[in-house]
């Protein structure tokens, strides 16, 4: 049987495992909670992994993850698979996602959707060729008073236009 280069890169990113010091950054979560209480830090225990693997969580990981706070995978899983903050594949360097709900569609995020698509020259749930950009599109980021809204990797991005989407992603450049 013959391994491809992107099969063997999947091997060996499913075998990353949660290091010490993101075990003790989720211990430090789990002194804020009950200790009958360890499910609450699971969406900081996730990010914790995540940020570790530069954007994505992989099963070994999130089967980390529950065993170090003593849960059920399946109640990491229902986490991970809920929320769009998480990604179970890899992402460019930078994640873009881009509200597109009632308020933002009301305040023209299709020009800011059609900005974005056309300087990063791809889709929603694409990554660019040079793994620079993951665009996603998200049902609402929360910020509605503010839209159009896009967040990008941790740093919302409010009142958009197509031309603040060319200098945001210019300074990226």
Known sequence: MVATREGQQMANANKARLSDSAKAEIDAWLTKYPQEQRRSAVIPALHIAQDENKGWLTTQLMDDVADHLQIPRVSVYEVSTFYSMYDLEKVGTHKVCVCTNLSCMLSDSDAVVARLKEKLKIDFNE??????????????????VNAPVMLLDRTYHEKLTPEKVDKILGELE
């Open 127 to 144: 990554t660019t060729a040079d793994g620079k950009f993951t665009l996603r599109e998200v049902e609402c980021l929360g910020a509605c």
